[in-house]
Nanobody, 128 residues
Framework: VQLQASGGGLVQAGGSLRLSCVAS????????VAWFRQAPGKERVFVAS????????PYADFVKGRFTISRDNAKNTVYLQMNSLKPEDTAIYYC??????????????????????WGQGTLVTVSS
């Protein structure tokens, strides 16, 4: 699976951005795509995830109610709609994928080690 992330940029606090992640070469409907982010000097953390076959979409607590993950299976694309952005949302956002015959449980979807494939990242900068 190859991943191409895009959509980052500079936005003022309170604004919105939509990130896209195009996945090529995926095989299983049970595959999962997630968004992680890494702020300067900090560890990479889970943001949200979704499965191509549907089901639950876990979110990190710090984005609940502001970010929405969605997918377009026909386009092999996963989106992250980010609203009410805050300066602390500034980070490089990465999409990641795991493509296996069984879907990882939700708790595993939150772990970076679960994912075999990573995109190049897209920078989101939120100014105050």
């Amino acid at each position: 699976v190859q991943l191409q992330a895009s959509g980052g940029g500079l936005v003022q606090a309170g604004g919105s951005l939509r990130l896209s992640c195009v996945a090529s070469g995926r095989t299983f409907s049970s595959g999962v795509v997630a968004w992680f982010r890494q702020a300067p000097g900090k560890e990479r953390v889970f943001v949200a995830s979704t499965s191509w076959g549907g089901g639950s979409t876990p979110y990190a607590d710090f984005v609940k109610g502001r970010f929405t993950i969605s997918r377009d299976n026909a386009k092999n694309t996963v989106y992250l709609q980010m609203n009410s952005l805050k300066p602390e949302d500034t980070a490089i956002y990465y999409c990641a994928a795991v493509d296996r015959s069984s879907r990882p449980i939700v708790s595993m979807q939150r772990l970076a080690a679960t994912y075999d494939h990573w995109g190049q990242g897209t920078l989101v900068t939120v100014s105050s």
